[in-house]
T-cell receptor, first 117, second 112 residues
Protein backbone atom coordinates (compact mmCIF):
# COMPACT_ATOMS: atom_id res chain seq x y z
CA UNK A 1 0.00 0.00 0.00
CA UNK A 2 0.82 3.72 -0.01
CA UNK A 3 1.81 4.02 -3.66
CA UNK A 4 2.47 7.43 -5.18
CA UNK A 5 2.62 7.73 -8.94
CA UNK A 6 4.11 10.64 -10.82
CA UNK A 7 3.80 11.52 -14.49
CA UNK A 8 5.61 12.17 -16.75
CA UNK A 9 8.93 10.57 -15.81
CA UNK A 10 10.83 12.54 -18.41
CA UNK A 11 9.92 15.77 -20.14
CA UNK A 12 11.82 18.03 -22.49
CA UNK A 13 10.43 21.44 -23.35
CA UNK A 14 11.46 24.65 -25.03
CA UNK A 15 12.35 27.71 -23.04
CA UNK A 16 9.31 29.86 -22.37
CA UNK A 17 6.77 27.06 -22.43
CA UNK A 18 4.88 25.52 -19.50
CA UNK A 19 5.03 21.98 -18.21
CA UNK A 20 2.58 20.17 -15.95
CA UNK A 21 3.60 17.32 -13.65
CA UNK A 22 0.98 15.12 -12.00
CA UNK A 23 1.24 13.33 -8.68
CA UNK A 24 -1.33 10.75 -7.66
CA UNK A 25 -1.81 8.70 -4.52
CA UNK A 26 -3.06 5.39 -5.89
CA UNK A 27 -4.31 3.48 -2.87
CA UNK A 28 -4.77 6.11 -0.19
CA UNK A 29 -6.05 9.63 0.21
CA UNK A 30 -3.57 12.44 0.66
CA UNK A 31 -4.79 15.74 2.02
CA UNK A 32 -1.20 16.93 1.91
CA UNK A 33 1.47 16.41 -0.71
CA UNK A 34 4.98 17.77 -0.79
CA UNK A 35 6.86 18.89 -3.88
CA UNK A 36 10.63 18.64 -3.85
CA UNK A 37 13.29 19.63 -6.35
CA UNK A 38 16.67 17.95 -6.59
CA UNK A 39 19.63 19.21 -8.59
CA UNK A 40 22.42 16.75 -9.50
CA UNK A 41 24.35 15.50 -6.49
CA UNK A 42 22.33 17.71 -4.18
CA UNK A 43 19.66 16.97 -1.64
CA UNK A 44 15.92 17.18 -1.92
CA UNK A 45 14.80 20.76 -1.43
CA UNK A 46 11.21 21.30 -0.36
CA UNK A 47 9.49 23.68 -2.74
CA UNK A 48 5.95 23.73 -1.44
CA UNK A 49 3.29 21.90 0.51
CA UNK A 50 0.14 21.17 -1.43
CA UNK A 51 -3.08 21.12 0.57
CA UNK A 52 -6.33 19.71 -0.76
CA UNK A 53 -9.00 22.39 -0.86
CA UNK A 54 -6.73 25.30 -0.01
CA UNK A 55 -3.77 27.22 -1.34
CA UNK A 56 -0.34 25.68 -1.38
CA UNK A 57 2.28 26.83 1.07
CA UNK A 58 5.54 27.81 -0.60
CA UNK A 59 9.00 27.71 0.91
CA UNK A 60 11.05 30.86 1.08
CA UNK A 61 12.60 31.73 -2.26
CA UNK A 62 10.18 29.68 -4.36
CA UNK A 63 8.12 31.78 -6.78
CA UNK A 64 4.48 30.82 -6.42
CA UNK A 65 3.57 32.45 -9.73
CA UNK A 66 6.16 30.38 -11.54
CA UNK A 67 5.48 27.05 -9.84
CA UNK A 68 1.72 26.68 -9.81
CA UNK A 69 0.36 23.98 -7.54
CA UNK A 70 -3.16 22.65 -7.60
CA UNK A 71 -4.45 19.98 -5.25
CA UNK A 72 -7.64 19.15 -7.10
CA UNK A 73 -8.70 16.10 -5.14
CA UNK A 74 -7.61 13.84 -2.29
CA UNK A 75 -5.58 11.78 -4.74
CA UNK A 76 -4.17 14.32 -7.19
CA UNK A 77 -1.78 17.24 -6.98
CA UNK A 78 -0.24 18.99 -9.98
CA UNK A 79 2.82 21.18 -10.36
CA UNK A 80 2.99 23.47 -13.38
CA UNK A 81 6.29 25.09 -14.22
CA UNK A 82 5.34 28.21 -16.13
CA UNK A 83 7.59 29.97 -18.62
CA UNK A 84 10.28 27.39 -18.04
CA UNK A 85 13.93 28.32 -18.46
CA UNK A 86 17.06 26.17 -18.60
CA UNK A 87 17.80 26.85 -14.94
CA UNK A 88 14.52 25.13 -14.08
CA UNK A 89 15.93 21.86 -15.42
CA UNK A 90 15.89 19.53 -12.45
CA UNK A 91 14.45 16.38 -10.91
CA UNK A 92 11.03 17.13 -9.40
CA UNK A 93 9.65 14.64 -6.87
CA UNK A 94 6.32 14.60 -5.11
CA UNK A 95 5.58 12.78 -1.89
CA UNK A 96 2.74 12.18 0.50
CA UNK A 97 2.57 11.01 4.10
CA UNK A 98 0.91 7.63 4.34
CA UNK A 99 0.35 4.82 6.76
CA UNK A 100 3.76 3.31 6.57
CA UNK A 101 6.08 1.75 9.09
CA UNK A 102 6.68 5.10 10.72
CA UNK A 103 4.35 7.96 11.60
CA UNK A 104 4.89 10.74 9.09
CA UNK A 105 6.79 8.53 6.66
CA UNK A 106 6.74 10.01 3.20
CA UNK A 107 6.06 7.93 0.14
CA UNK A 108 7.66 9.29 -2.98
CA UNK A 109 6.59 9.34 -6.59
CA UNK A 110 9.00 8.12 -9.24
CA UNK A 111 10.16 11.66 -9.96
CA UNK A 112 9.99 13.75 -13.11
CA UNK A 113 13.16 14.83 -14.85
CA UNK A 114 12.62 18.15 -16.60
CA UNK A 115 15.01 19.39 -19.24
CA UNK A 116 14.43 22.88 -20.60
CA UNK A 117 16.21 23.63 -23.86
CA UNK B 1 15.81 27.29 10.03
CA UNK B 2 16.75 23.69 9.66
CA UNK B 3 20.33 22.50 9.45
CA UNK B 4 21.18 18.89 8.66
CA UNK B 5 24.76 17.76 8.08
CA UNK B 6 26.14 14.48 6.81
CA UNK B 7 29.35 13.52 5.01
CA UNK B 8 29.38 13.85 1.26
CA UNK B 9 30.98 10.56 0.32
CA UNK B 10 32.11 7.27 1.83
CA UNK B 11 33.77 4.24 0.29
CA UNK B 12 33.87 0.74 1.72
CA UNK B 13 34.64 -2.81 0.69
CA UNK B 14 32.06 -5.49 0.05
CA UNK B 15 31.29 -7.33 3.28
CA UNK B 16 32.49 -4.48 5.48
CA UNK B 17 30.58 -2.13 7.80
CA UNK B 18 30.00 1.56 7.20
CA UNK B 19 28.56 4.14 9.59
CA UNK B 20 27.01 7.32 8.21
CA UNK B 21 26.71 10.12 10.74
CA UNK B 22 24.14 12.87 10.70
CA UNK B 23 23.81 15.92 12.92
CA UNK B 24 20.77 18.12 12.91
CA UNK B 25 19.49 21.36 14.31
CA UNK B 26 15.76 21.74 13.79
CA UNK B 27 13.00 23.52 15.61
CA UNK B 28 9.98 21.43 16.48
CA UNK B 29 11.87 18.18 15.93
CA UNK B 30 9.77 15.01 15.84
CA UNK B 31 11.91 12.19 14.54
CA UNK B 32 14.74 11.17 12.23
CA UNK B 33 14.36 9.29 8.96
CA UNK B 34 16.91 7.57 6.77
CA UNK B 35 16.18 7.06 3.09
CA UNK B 36 18.13 5.30 0.35
CA UNK B 37 18.24 6.80 -3.11
CA UNK B 38 19.76 5.22 -6.20
CA UNK B 39 20.79 7.57 -8.97
CA UNK B 40 17.83 8.88 -10.94
CA UNK B 41 15.29 7.21 -8.70
CA UNK B 42 13.01 8.30 -5.88
CA UNK B 43 14.09 7.77 -2.26
CA UNK B 44 12.95 4.66 -0.45
CA UNK B 45 12.36 4.44 3.29
CA UNK B 46 14.95 2.69 5.44
CA UNK B 47 14.35 3.61 9.06
CA UNK B 48 12.75 5.98 11.52
CA UNK B 49 13.84 6.90 15.05
CA UNK B 50 11.79 8.97 17.42
CA UNK B 51 13.18 7.76 20.73
CA UNK B 52 16.83 7.63 21.77
CA UNK B 53 18.60 4.40 21.06
CA UNK B 54 19.35 1.87 18.39
CA UNK B 55 16.81 0.39 15.98
CA UNK B 56 17.99 -2.72 14.20
CA UNK B 57 16.45 -3.98 11.00
CA UNK B 58 18.40 -6.73 9.29
CA UNK B 59 21.68 -5.45 7.90
CA UNK B 60 20.72 -1.85 8.59
CA UNK B 61 20.56 -0.17 12.00
CA UNK B 62 19.86 3.40 12.96
CA UNK B 63 20.68 5.29 16.13
CA UNK B 64 19.33 8.52 17.58
CA UNK B 65 20.39 10.82 20.39
CA UNK B 66 17.88 13.64 20.72
CA UNK B 67 19.93 15.50 23.32
CA UNK B 68 22.95 15.59 21.02
CA UNK B 69 21.06 16.16 17.79
CA UNK B 70 22.84 13.17 16.34
CA UNK B 71 21.98 10.06 14.40
CA UNK B 72 23.82 7.41 12.47
CA UNK B 73 22.94 4.72 9.95
CA UNK B 74 24.96 1.53 10.18
CA UNK B 75 25.22 -0.70 7.15
CA UNK B 76 26.58 -4.19 7.81
CA UNK B 77 27.77 -6.92 5.46
CA UNK B 78 27.90 -4.44 2.61
CA UNK B 79 26.77 -5.62 -0.80
CA UNK B 80 27.41 -4.04 -4.17
CA UNK B 81 23.73 -3.12 -4.45
CA UNK B 82 24.11 -0.94 -1.35
CA UNK B 83 26.01 1.61 -3.45
CA UNK B 84 23.63 4.57 -3.33
CA UNK B 85 23.01 7.92 -1.70
CA UNK B 86 21.74 7.82 1.88
CA UNK B 87 19.62 10.72 2.99
CA UNK B 88 19.18 11.81 6.58
CA UNK B 89 15.89 13.64 7.11
CA UNK B 90 14.45 15.34 10.16
CA UNK B 91 10.70 15.63 10.59
CA UNK B 92 9.46 18.73 12.35
CA UNK B 93 6.28 20.64 12.95
CA UNK B 94 2.75 19.37 13.51
CA UNK B 95 -0.46 19.18 11.53
CA UNK B 96 -0.36 21.49 8.51
CA UNK B 97 3.14 22.60 9.47
CA UNK B 98 4.56 19.06 9.34
CA UNK B 99 7.60 18.79 7.06
CA UNK B 100 10.56 16.60 6.31
CA UNK B 101 13.87 18.39 5.75
CA UNK B 102 16.68 16.48 4.09
CA UNK B 103 20.43 16.52 4.42
CA UNK B 104 22.53 16.68 1.27
CA UNK B 105 22.98 12.93 1.23
CA UNK B 106 25.99 10.65 1.62
CA UNK B 107 27.09 8.77 -1.47
CA UNK B 108 28.29 5.32 -0.47
CA UNK B 109 30.42 3.40 -2.95
CA UNK B 110 30.90 -0.30 -2.29
CA UNK B 111 33.96 -1.85 -3.94
CA UNK B 112 34.65 -5.51 -4.53
Amino acid sequence: GAVVSQHPSWVICKSGTSVKIECRSLDFQATTMFWYRQFPKQSLMLMATSNEGSKATYEQGVEKDKFLINHASLTLSTLTVTSAHPEDSSFYICSAPGQGAATGELFFGEGSRLTVL
Amino acid sequence: GQNIDQPTEMTATEGAIVQINCTYQTSGFNGLFWYQQHAGEAPTFLSYNVLDGLEEKGRFSSFLSRSKGYSYLLLKELQMKDSASYLCAASHGWGNDYKLSFGAGTTVTVRA
